[in-house]
């Protein structure tokens, strides 16, 4: 019990609340302790009985049953895994960033979702991570599972794929795709390949609560620091080398 202590505790902090947050609520459900209806995002129950703590539930809640434990046992996974990487890689000692990456991905998310009707936003919000991580990395090679190898930015795709094979649908994974995607061209793309102004930037507030571990500011359309050199040392070619990658799987 010592050493799972020891690997929570070594889990970076906002991806440590995420994952217990995670495993917590299910398991509310699971156990009956609080009945799964009072946990999904349904918009009547938000906007005319004013339930609202839908939105945050619907976030951690997951149906975990013999249908449906691989599947989210996979995306727990990726949660753990690229949310670590990307709060120690591009977002190192800038928490606040960080949090306000979330933050702008859950948002989106909730108006989707409320629009959509999707009952469920675990495996968007968490695609939407992975989606920004692999944009970060994409010309590093990854592999997968059998072997496979291909580049990160890539990766999104076929986790989309693969989670239509074991789950049967690709809204989920297809949103979180596209807000990962709006998120990153909101951030990198559009202000420091295409010369656009900045849109958004991490509130202050959220810097008094997450200081900095290290000297410097850094927000939206500012690229984090362990990011910075690559792209000065580039500037004039067109296009970034966005960060470092991983191997799919690496600890």
């Known amino acids: 019990m010592s050493d799972l202590g020891e690997w929570f505790r070594s889990i970076p902090l906002i991806t440590r609340y995420w994952f217990a947050g995670s495993i917590a609520v299910p398991l509310i459900g699971k156990l009956g302790l609080v009945s799964p209806v009072y946990l999904f995002l349904w918009p009547d129950a938000l906007i005319n009985r004013f339930q609202i703590w839908r939105p945050l539930t619907a976030t951690f809640y997951f149906p975990v049953g013999p249908g ?5 046992l996979v995306n727990l996974y990726f949660l753990y895994q690229y949310s670590s990487r990307l709060e120690t890689g591009a977002f190192d000692g800038r928490p606040a960033d960080y949090m306000f990456m979330l933050l702008f991905n859950w948002i989106c ?13 675990m495996i968007p919000l968490i695609m939407s991570v992975l989606y920004v991580w692999a944009q970060l990395n994409r010309d590093m090679m990854v592999s997968f599972w059998f072997g496979t190898q291909f580049k990160a930015c890539y990766l999104p795709w076929v986790i989309l794929g693969f989670n239509y094979i074991i789950g049967g649908s690709i809204i989920n994974e297809l949103v979180g795709n596209l807000v990962g995607h709006l998120y990153f061209f909101l951030m990198f793309k559009y202000p420091m390949d295409l010369g656009g102004r900045n849109f958004l930037s991490t509130p202050q507030f ?22 910075r050199r690559p792209a000065d040392n580039r500037q004039g070619e067109g296009r970034h080398n966005w960060g470092q990658g991983f191997r799919l799987g690496d600890q």
């Open 206 to 227: 959220l810097y008094h609560w997450l200081p900095n571990r290290r000297g410097g500011v850094s927000g939206f359309g500012v690229p984090p620091a362990s990011m």
């Open 68 to 72: 449906t434990g691989f599947l989210y």
């Open 109 to 121: 998310i909730v108006i989707t979702g409320l629009a959509m009707n999707m009952q469920l936003l």
